[in-house]
Each structure stands twice: as C-alpha cells, then as structure tokens.
C-alpha cells in the first residue's frame, strides 16, 4: 500500500494523527503516513493541498490524489539504476539495470527490458495497467524471483517463479483477465 506525504509547512513534520475526526487511526512519522489504501491517500489530499504519493521507503511517486492517478502516469521512482537504449528511433530496445535486491515493479517499465545485476525479489503490483508487459533478465549470478503483490495474481505453466540461470530472459504480461503470465526461462 502507498503512503501520503505531507508537505504543508503546517504538518511537514507531524508525528502522530492529524486534527479532526476524519484521519483517525492514520499515524504520521516526519510527516510521512504508515501504509494506508488509496481511498484514504485521496480523502486527505482533498483536504491538505500539496500532498505526494510515496513508496515505503519514501520514494516520491507524485502528487497524491485521484484526479491526478486518473488523467497522469505515476513517474519512475528515484532509486540506482541505469538505462540505456539498443539503436534509434522509435523502434529502439529500452534496458533498465537494476541493482536492488527487491523492486516493486511500476508503469514506467511498460516495454523495458529490465536487467537485475542482483538476486532480486520482484514485487508485481495488481494497480498496473491492463495492457502492462516488460523483460526480466537475470544479469548476475543470483536469480530473480518474481512475487505477486496484493491483489496482484502472477501465474507460470510449472509454477516456477525464479530464473533458471545467469541470462535468463522472462517475460511479464499482463492478460484480458487480469491475471498475470510469466514466460520463459524459469526454475525452481
């Protein structure tokens, strides 16, 4: 689940729970939320101006609300990594290296090829889009497993979820129902 950040001056550094009998129960550190639904991230950015969207370890995502996540694509968080891009045009092979040993994927890697230099647990949120697909490729020596998150449902033939060996290539895709499909190079 997100959390809110504030960034009103007023309760940029709130520890505890905001006034009034609405937020009750949403505990605050330095101003930034525990986990809490989206329903309740856009209930208080309707009413504090200048909230942001951020990941559990307080990574920005953008601006809180649902007008904002219904008309914009949350921007790639900030974290260590390196993209590059295989030949011109519009036609070219987007890689992202990736050197974290866990990584929640979000909407900026549609169509990536995402290279794990590290063994890497590989969070699959159930909020990316219908059409959602990328590349998962095992580039060290440790394998990269691939978890379903809340609501999430990631499925694979054999119901092997890590890659088989150093260069192994895995593809996510995102189906009509729903459900997620691992394809590829997979191992137990």
Do not use: H, W
Request: proline share 5%; net charge positive.
């Amino acid at each position: 689940m997100p959390r809110i950040k504030l960034m009103k001056p007023s309760f940029a550094n709130l520890t505890g729970q905001l006034p009034g009998k609405k937020f009750r129960g949403v505990n605050f550190t330095s101003g930034i939320s525990d986990d809490i639904p989206l329903d309740v991230v856009d209930k208080i950015a309707a009413q504090i101006a200048g909230c942001r969207l951020v990941d559990g370890s307080g990574v920005d995502l953008g601006p809180a609300g649902s007008s904002y996540r219904k008309t914009t694509i949350i921007p790639t968080p900030t974290i260590r990594r390196t993209e590059s891009v295989i030949a011109e045009g519009s036609d070219a092979t987007r890689v992202r290296t990736i050197s974290t040993p866990t990584y929640a994927l979000v909407e900026s890697d549609f169509g990536m090829i995402l290279d794990f230099t590290l063994g890497c647990v590989i969070t699959v949120p159930a909020s990316l889009s219908a059409a959602f697909n990328c590349a998962l490729r095992q580039g060290g020596a440790n394998q990269i497993q691939v978890v379903a998150g809340a609501g999430a449902v990631v499925e694979e033939i054999d119901g092997k979820f890590k890659s088989e060996k150093r260069l192994a290539l895995l593809t996510l895709a995102r189906f009509p129902d729903g459900k997620f499909q691992l394809i590829g190079r997979t191992s137990a």
